[in-house]
């Protein structure tokens, strides 16, 4: 008697529970959202992720609490996103690392980057600068080249970790300029600008927003930049592309990501809000005095652009046999 019921009776059940989850995607957000953000307060990552809550707040009229959740290169924040429900109340800042370096680079990852995680959008990407001390002899990539093939091994490059875009950068350089140099990692990116600044390590490629305020104090001598073209911040300074280098080409970028199975509905109306972010003159104002190119787009275009930067830094990794700490 109960058996023709039965069907009908799960129907209703997955029509409601369908219904139910329409409903909480139209009504999405109606609560606070957790951003979290995979690095220590202060940083670059940090302050950025806050100015991006703080607009997408405004616009999705709810609270946007962004949570530090630091350690292991990114990794156990970027995990935590990959783990939590995939309801759009918990996102957070999807950085370079994590998403395209770190699956390779430390290979037992407790997260998938593209199979636990849904890209939203594309905050900004920034270029790094290759300085020396202003009392170096080099004053050009040729002339580092030049000394790094007269006396391999004996030229020093700082990073601020190991398999960070510091060291990364360096390692592409010797990659497509067939050189060897010494790595010297540091605790921090700061750290190891203050050592090239004492002189104590030969150069060191940094982010602009980082390295600008030495070089301009005359404390550092910019060589090349790894953006595609010229900086308007530094139009003097040419890039590795246009003296004849184009794969030292990097771009430390970050953007939202969101746990994979959020449904496409939130992840579209937290693309429109951050969108609508990046519009803001003052941000953009921001983002651009630090050296930055401006993001944007779709969850397609973040989408590819991970993929294509995984298979990229997944090489450079395998041929320069980089370790984790």
């Known amino acids: 008697m109960l058996k023709p019921f039965l069907p009908k009776l799960l129907i209703l059940i997955l029509a409601m529970h369908m219904g139910l989850s329409v409903h909480a995607q139209a009504t999405y957000p109606n609560k606070a959202i957790n951003f979290i953000v995979p690095y220590g307060a202060g940083g670059g990552a940090d302050s950025r992720s806050r100015q991006i809550a703080q607009g997408m707040s405004v616009l999705l009229k709810q609270p946007i609490v962004v949570e530090n959740r630091a350690g292991a290169g990114g990794n156990i924040g970027t995990e935590f996103i990959a783990r939590a429900a995939p309801d759009g109340y918990v996102i957070g800042m999807g950085n370079f690392a994590p998403l395209a370096v770190n699956k390779t680079l430390f290979g037992n990852l407790r997260y998938d980057p593209e199979s636990d995680l849904t890209p939203i959008m594309l905050i900004e990407k920034g270029p790094l600068v290759l300085s020396v001390n202003t009392s170096s002899s080099f004053k050009t990539i040729q002339d580092i080249v030049t000394a790094a093939k007269a006396k391999p091994g004996e030229l020093t490059f700082a990073s601020g970790g190991i398999g960070g875009s510091h060291q990364l950068s360096a390692e592409l350089f010797k990659q497509s300029t067939d050189i060897d140099m010494i790595h010297v990692p540091y605790k921090s990116g700061s750290a190891g600008l203050m050592d090239l600044m004492a002189g104590n390590v030969n150069m060191m ?46 771009l430390n970028w970050q953007g939202l990501v969101a746990p994979k199975g959020t449904p496409k509905a939130i992840v579209d109306k937290l693309n429109a809000a951050a969108n609508e972010v990046l519009k803001d003159p003052k941000l953009r104002t921001l983002m651009l005095e630090q050296g930055n190119e401006m993001g944007g787009g779709t969850p397609e275009e973040f989408n590819a652009l991970i993929k294509s930067e995984a298979a990229k830094w997944s090489v450079v990794v395998k041929v320069a046999n980089i370790k984790p700490e």
């Open 205 to 250: 490629f940094d982010q602009m927003y980082s390295a600008m305020p030495s070089i301009k104090a005359g404390k550092l001598r910019p060589i090349a930049i790894t953006s595609e073209k010229r900086s308007p911040l530094l139009p003097d300074v040419p890039s590795f592309a246009e003296m004849g280098l184009p794969k030292v080409k990097v």
